[in-house]
């Protein structure tokens, strides 16, 4: 068992021990995902890059929490979709060596469209 599998088996344990699959569905879990981003995104908002530093050091224990929510939401729904995360990301990052070539988007955050 790789270390995925195993946070996403204790993820299923917390849920099925307080009867939530039932509230678990790919749209809501979606949602949730979504939701989490946002309160991840949110405190970051109206920050200049001095402050993002500042707050990324100062508030790191509320940053965990808030990787931490839209990790177990995406292991959640990868598992209710029966999705192997390591092998989707693996794939991913094939396909993003194709779009990004090393010659081409090295130091560049332009859209694979542009390069």
Not at 5 to 32: G, I
Request: glycine share 4%.
């Amino acid at each position: 068992m790789n270390e995925l599998q195993r946070l996403t088996a204790e993820v299923l344990r917390f849920r099925d021990e307080r009867d939530w699959k039932q509230f678990h569905n790919p749209k809501d879990v979606a949602l949730s995902l979504l939701l989490e981003a946002g309160e991840l995104l949110e405190i970051f908002q109206w920050q200049d890059p001095a402050g993002v530093a500042r707050t990324a050091q100062e508030r790191q224990g509320d940053l965990a929490d808030e990787l931490a929510d839209v990790l177990c939401y995406t292991l959640l729904m990868a598992s209710e979709l029966g999705i192997d995360l390591s092998a989707a990301l693996e794939a991913k990052l094939r396909k993003n060596a194709l779009k990004y070539p090393v010659d081409k988007a090295k130091g560049s955050s332009r859209k694979s469209t542009e390069l």
